[in-house]
């Protein structure tokens, strides 16, 4: 192998060291420890804390709040401490609990490369925000900073740096010479982790192969090669400090993971004991009517598993929302209102594309980062006087933009500008601070004023034959006809209203950098109304429903599809299209109805946030227009549980907003196909997001990115704390924190409970290893509610194994058995049916 296959080679494996970051515009919540997934979660923490600097557990104040709030259930903590040999009261052991981390003297050598390194980068990456962009940016960052770096003061004249060769292999081959190559990947992943934001980026950035990379390309070496060299320039030592993976454990942390396995195993025990509670009671009512549940092994092919459907029975309207865990509180006062259906499903939509606005200069792609997108769908306009309107608004606001931006930016204008506008500016100002809702109305007239993007434009659904780069313009009717029935089957459906609403989800605030954090995490940090139009677009096709029917999906003709977005900042649900004149009555009522939910759901949030609930609406519409608001909403604060099964095991509860939801019928699935599909999609999603929260909750200054109060936006794709050094990567404090070292969000591992048979969960297990191996590492939890075994829950233990669960008992549980019965199997005999219900069985404890 030649030395520059070795450096490449050396360079993408220390990369597993950093996460990828993507840039603000478009936030990814994704776990900053992705690279350690294939470890343990205690020994990846420990490893991480090594490399990274950063936390891995809550503090003792944290763990000791839970415990005294309830949180931690004591007695479950008392197993947990003696599963580790530690017999002394919680307590004490509480004050051995050490969750700071030791950081190495600076380096001021380090930190001058880090000063000027940053600088270049910030130029480089820029996406948009510079006045004055850096020069020979098509040339690549290596190429760039060789030639212009002769011309920076700050860059050394001495070593490498003086006379950088041509390629940065070479430049890097010529720093490490001294060095074995044994230490080559120890360089690399010291000097990748040095700067995890920035590198973060970059990784991210390269593999993408967006359009900002087309133009100004950079690679992981590129960066690499430039540190290295200013390292060399500042006499700096790149010999690497430790041997990767040679970080010791700290005592301390067994104990902080004894109170956190606890702490998640009381919330664990809470819902699970409700779903379990929920499923008998929902197969007694179904029992009750006259259609008994099927057994596992002969399962409905398709059809209503409740028996015979009843016209009159039809609900008022069918919602399918996001899985987002702040649906949850609306869709339970949406259903407080009237004979309504929610459901849900991935926000996306299940339709992996790139979308690209009327008047947007890029396309983003409105899928999960773990899928690519396969579909480009554009706005195009229809209306040709509707979109004159909108294009002279458009016209005057980027003209008056632009002439206010190079007012300001111009050297010979900027103070003079400053002087007469400055009376201007600051009543703006003022009207924004003190009646901001005021101001957001004013605002939100002048733009009803001109027609939106969806009253001009129609998406490009139908396939046109044409292509967008690599990817096709619109969809076959194969492929519609696909995407609708995967939904139909992911979400159990049997049964349709006479209205059905796609609503994907955004959030509404005002100077926030993090705004795109707030909107669907499933469209990659998008607003996912557009996704739930091109699916709703689909549904509506004549020859997408007769397709329909002829796979048993009995669609009547009276239904109507229609799209909606769901504000999470205030509540409010737009509905987009028309309804017929047949349908009017319906769609009045509907809209009645969700502003009613609307007002009850914004009390609730508004409360949650420590306002007063009375306020409601009202309260969530200012911090909406509020631009000295730092905490517009929650966002998905609270996230702890991922449950997947029929609404009905969890319509009569309230999950208080922590919970990601995603409907699905294990009788309607006899192959578990759509299982498979939840569990190697949306529950990785899932599991992203909660580690994310986690990370930047135990430590947020590492993990996160601290503070609002304090934050620079840089370049269109980040933030800096101060001004200046590393892009800051996670959530803001004000996102997560309640006050200072008091978080409202709960740091924990999510909870993942599913309705079904444990052996066709196995079954959709089976084939994903990169699944398995997180929960083998203990990356996040899997308990089966199983309906045809008595409603028993399994938990997951490692190697597709399970283990019955101890379940609560309403009366005094019987001693545990010493010995353990095997997790089931399908020659177990049957449990009893479902009208006769066995006698809850007592705890049991799994054999290692």
């Known amino acids: 192998m030649s030395t520059q296959s070795t450096i490449r080679d050396g360079i993408d494996d220390a990369a597993a060291t950093v996460g990828s970051v993507w840039p603000i515009h478009s936030f990814v919540t994704a776990n900053p420890l992705s690279g350690f997934e294939n470890i343990p979660f205690d020994e990846a923490v420990t490893q991480a804390a090594d490399v990274l600097g950063g936390r891995g557990y809550p503090s003792r104040e944290v763990f000791r709040a839970a415990l005294d709030d309830g949180r931690i259930d004591r007695e479950t903590l008392a197993a947990e401490l003696a599963d580790r040999g530690y017999e002394a009261d919680p307590e004490t052991l509480l004050e051995r609990v050490d969750a700071s981390v030791e950081s190495a003297a600076p380096d001021g050598g380090a930190e001058r490369v880090d000063h000027v390194l940053t600088k270049w980068l910030s130029a480089f990456l820029d996406e948009g925000g510079a006045a004055w962009p850096m020069p020979n940016r098509d040339e690549g960052f290596y190429a760039a900073f060789r030639e212009l770096a002769p011309h920076d003061a700050d860059v050394p004249d001495e070593g490498v740096v003086a006379s950088l060769p041509e390629t940065p292999t070479e430049a890097i081959e010529a720093v490490l010479e001294p060095y074995p190559e044994s230490q080559w990947v120890p360089v690399f992943e010291e000097q990748l982790a040095a700067l995890p934001g920035w590198a973060g980026f970059i990784k991210q950035r390269a593999d993408d192969e967006g359009a900002w990379q087309s133009a100004h390309p950079i690679t992981l070496a590129d960066y690499v090669a430039v ?30 993971e004894a109170f956190l396995s606890a702490w998640e195993a009381s919330y664990r025990s809470e819902v699970v004991g409700r779903v379990t509670a929920e499923s008998r009671s929902l197969a007694e009512s179904r029992s009750l009517a006259g259609c008994e549940s099927p057994d596992e092994s002969d399962p409905p092919a398709g059809g209503d598993s409740s028996g015979e459907s009843d016209p009159s029975a039809r609900p008022d309207a ?17 259903e407080d209102e009237g004979e309504y259906e929610t459901h849900g499903y991935a926000g996306f939509f299940g339709v992996p594309m790139e979308y690209q606005a009327y008047d947007a200069d890029v396309s983003v792609d409105a899928c999960p980062p773990i899928l690519d997108p396969r ?34 930016t111009n050297p010979a204008s900027a103070f003079g500008f400053v002087e007469n506008a400055g009376s201007g500016y600051g009543l703006a100002l003022a009207a924004r601070t003190l009646v901001p809702s005021r101001v957001r109305d004013l605002l939100g007239a002048a733009d009803d004023a001109v027609p939106d993007d969806r009253e001009f434009c129609e998406q490009t659904v139908h396939h046109q034959h044409a292509y967008a780069g690599d990817l096709p313009i619109g969809l076959t009717q194969e492929e519609k006809v696909e995407y609708a029935a995967t939904a139909f089957d992911l979400m159990g459906w049997t049964e349709f209203g006479r209205l059905v609403v796609f609503a994907g989800h955004a959030s509404e605030t005002t100077n926030n950098p993090y705004d795109s954090s707030l909107d669907c995490g499933a469209c990659a940090g998008n607003p996912g109304g557009p996704n739930a139009r091109v699916l709703a677009a689909i549904c509506a096709d004549p020859d997408v429903k007769a397709a329909l029917r002829e796979r048993g999906f009995d669609v009547p003709d009276d239904t109507v599809f229609l799209a909606g977005e769901h504000n999470t900042t205030t509540d409010e649900i737009e509905l987009y299209g028309d309804v017929p004149e047949s349908h009017a009555d319906d769609l009045a009522a509907l809209r009645a109805d969700l502003a009613a939910a609307r007002e009850s759901a914004a009390a609730e949030r508004a409360d ?17 227009g509020d631009w000295a608001e730092t905490r517009p909403e929650w966002g998905l604060a609270g996230n702890a549980g991922f449950v997947v099964g029929p609404r009905e095991l969890t319509s009569d509860l309230d999950l208080d907003g922590r919970a990601f939801l995603h409907s699905y019928d294990w009788s309607t699935d006899p192959d578990g196909d759509a299982l498979e599909a939840i569990l190697a999609g949306p529950m990785v999603v899932t599991q992203w997001i909660n580690a994310q929260y986690y990370f930047s909750t135990v430590d947020n200054a590492t993990y996160g990115s601290g503070s609002k109060a304090t934050q620079n936006p840089v370049g269109n794709v980040g933030v800096y704390q101060g001004n200046g050094g590393d892009l800051m990567t996670g959530l803001p404090s004000q996102s997560l924190m309640a006050a200072d070292g008091v978080p409202y969000h709960q740091p924990l591992r999510l909870s993942t409970v599913v309705h079904a048979p444990v052996e066709r969960v196995t079954d959709a297990l089976a084939d994903h290893d990169e699944v398995t191996e997180l929960l083998d590492n203990d990356w996040l939890s899997l308990t089966v509610v199983d309906p045809t075994r008595d409603h028993r829950a399994f938990e997951y233990e490692r190697d597709l194994s399970w283990a019955p669960a101890s379940e609560p008992a309403a009366a005094e549980p019987e001693a545990p058995t010493e010995t353990e019965p095997e997790a089931p199997t399908e020659t177990e005999p049957e449990a009893p049916t479902e009208t006769e219900p066995e006698a809850p069985v007592a705890p049991t404890v799994a054999d290692d």
């Open 375 to 408: 579909h480009r769908i554009s706005e195009i306009p229809t209306d040709g006087d509707a979109q004159a309107r909108r294009d002279r608004r458009s016209s005057v606001r980027e003209v008056a933009g632009d002439v206010v931006k190079k007012l300001k």
């Open 608 to 624: 949650a946030m420590g306002a007063d609930a009375s306020a409601g609406v009202g309260e969530t519409e200012r911090r909406a």
């Open 318 to 334: 069918q919602l399918v929302f996001c899985i987002d865990t702040r649906s949850e509180v609306i869709r339970r006062h949406i």
């Open 227 to 256: 540190r290295l060299a200013l390292l060399d320039g500042f006499g700096v030592d790149v010999e690497p400090s430790t041997d990767p993976g040679s970080a010791d454990a700290d005592p301390a942390d067994e104990l902080a």
